[in-house]
């Protein structure tokens, strides 16, 4: 019986078809790491910060800008263990980043590659190049492949890079098992946003908060190299004889790095607990005198302190970079008819916030549940608005009370905002004002907006205060509706509305009239 002879089939994985989809992949990935190179990143894409005149002298900038990666520093493989190495500041990075694959992923991956860039930029260092590969999930032995990785250290060593920042969390054995490959520092997203944290944290607490997230992380990343990660050889190992006096340095240096950062740890939980009292007592101060609070919460780089100075001319430090606000400002101001408030700027927020962080400024975002109104700020010039929105509320929606605050999406950005965009926002969401903190449309709206939409005391009163009570007279005229004042023989009459506590206080004072 004679065979007809037919074409070998080619394997699976080298179709025609397969090849040709993998192709496209590339040329998709490689038009996407163009982009991003050539934008350089959301925080710089513009050429800089620009001010106005409500931002005040800004002395804090120049300290800022100032901080910046060191020039020509060696980052090789020494024998340092990872709480040392983190110290090193690294310049010259390599972004590697993974898409499932389609245009839909491509664009979620461009998005998320270029806040990347930017947030390497915001802490100091200088994107050289970027890997982007489509893979359905992670690898979990590198991260990218074996093969993808062999062509990573390829670029690192082409470009001259010292570090590889990775668009996504890494398991300790990941990280590990992707640097004994390029040979050089590799850092995940969580790792540089809580660099950044640190570059810019302030205030003692904030500095506490940002400390106590960076060991959390740390602490199952330790590692060694060299001579620090030696075993110790005690007792009669192998039946060898070799005991005593044979015993090497061993992993000494990570267990005592171990037991400083529980050490360390544990101390900074206790100071953070013995700040809090403090912070509650302003808040609780603030509310037994009945002032209203707004708070401004938004995505990074949304222009929250832009729009703070815009509304208050509180003059705070106002940077064209993410994560450039970190300690929470709080600022007293006044309705138009007399009325304090407060206004609160909180941190900014981004997709996949470190969970560590977010436990750490938990007692700070309890500001947001605290407040009145909830000014929560939208770049409308964003690629991808929405899904900023969603990521500032999925990190709320752990505060208590946050549900109960009445919340406007304040759409920033808007003289260079797309205005179809502006509109499809506003029919999505409930309670919207439109501005631009830059050119100042829109924020007279705004304040009026917050004036009338802030609580208004419930108690009436119509009575006399004895003259040598001003100082009621004051809290009155300060945070009350008054509808009639006048100077009377006995004292001043006021007629109008206050809060509980107060209308108490003046009843216990009032006299005949």
């Keep these: 019986m004679t065979h007809t002879p037919t074409e070998p089939e080619l394997p699976a994985e080298e179709t025609p078809e397969l090849r040709a989809a993998q192709a496209d992949a590339q040329a998709i990935a490689n038009d996407v790491v163009a982009r991003v190179l050539a934008r350089a990143g959301t925080a710089r894409a513009d050429g800089g910060t620009v001010h106005t005149v409500a931002d005040g002298d800004q002395l804090e900038l120049e300290e800022r800008t100032a901080l910046r990666r060191v020039a020509g520093l060696s980052t090789e493989l020494e024998d340092v263990t990872e709480v040392e190495y983190r110290q090193l500041r690294l310049e010259r990075v390599v972004l590697v980043g993974l898409f499932s694959g389609g245009e839909h992923a491509a664009r979620d991956a461009e998005i998320s ?5 930017a947030l390497a930029e915001t802490a100091g260092s200088q994107v050289l190049d970027g890997l982007l590969q489509r893979r359905q999930k992670p690898d979990p032995g590198t991260y990218l492949g074996s093969g993808k990785a062999l062509e990573l250290a390829q670029v690192v060593l082409a470009t001259g890079a010292d570090t590889v920042i990775v668009d996504s969390e890494l398991a300790p054995s990941q990280r590990r098992a992707l640097e004994d490959v390029v040979k050089v520092k590799v850092v995940d997203r969580t790792a540089l946003i809580l660099d950044i944290f640190a570059q810019h944290a302030k205030s003692r607490e904030g500095k506490a908060q940002v400390e106590l997230a960076q060991l959390e992380y740390l602490l199952p990343r330790l590692r060694g190299w060299g001579e ?40 900074l939980r206790r100071e953070i607990n013995g700040m809090k009292p403090a912070r509650e007592t302003k808040r609780l101060s603030r509310k037994r005198n009945a002032i209203p609070a707004v708070a401004i919460a938004g995505y990074t780089n949304a222009g929250k302190s832009s729009l703070l100075n815009a509304l208050t001319g509180a003059g705070v430090l106002v940077q064209n970079a993410l994560f450039a606000t970190l300690d929470p400002t709080v600022r007293r101001t006044k309705t138009e008819d007399g009325r304090v408030y407060t206004f609160t700027d909180t941190v900014g927020f981004v997709r996949h916030l470190p969970h560590q962080l977010v436990e750490a400024f938990r007692s700070t975002l309890e500001e947001v549940g605290d407040a009145d109104i909830l000014l929560h700020v939208v770049d409308a010039s964003h690629p991808d608005p929405e899904g900023q929105i969603a990521a500032v509320r999925e990190v709320l929606s752990e505060i208590p009370a946050f549900e109960d605050v009445h919340e406007i999406v304040v759409l920033n950005k808007a003289d260079v905002a797309d205005p179809t965009v502006v509109g499809r926002i506003q029919r999505r969401e409930r309670h919207t004002a439109v501005v631009s903190a830059h050119s100042g449309e829109g924020i007279a709206e705004l304040r009026a907006r917050i004036a009338a939409e802030l609580p208004r005391p419930g108690v009436h009163v119509d009575l006399v205060v004895p003259y040598e009570r001003g100082d009621l007279v004051h809290r009155v005229h300060e945070h009350g509706d008054i509808e009639l004042t006048e100077h009377v023989a006995a004292g001043t009459h006021l007629r109008g509305r206050v809060d509980e506590q107060l209308a108490t206080e003046l009843r216990q004072v009032a006299v005949a009239h």
């Design 113 to 117: 590659l270029r806040e990347l860039a």
């Design 228 to 267: 620090s990660m030696s075993r110790q050889a005690g007792g009669q190992v192998g039946g060898a004889g070799a005991g005593m006096g044979s015993r090497g340095p061993g992993e000494t240096k990570i267990e005592l790095d171990r037991r400083r950062i529980r050490d360390r740890m544990a101390k």
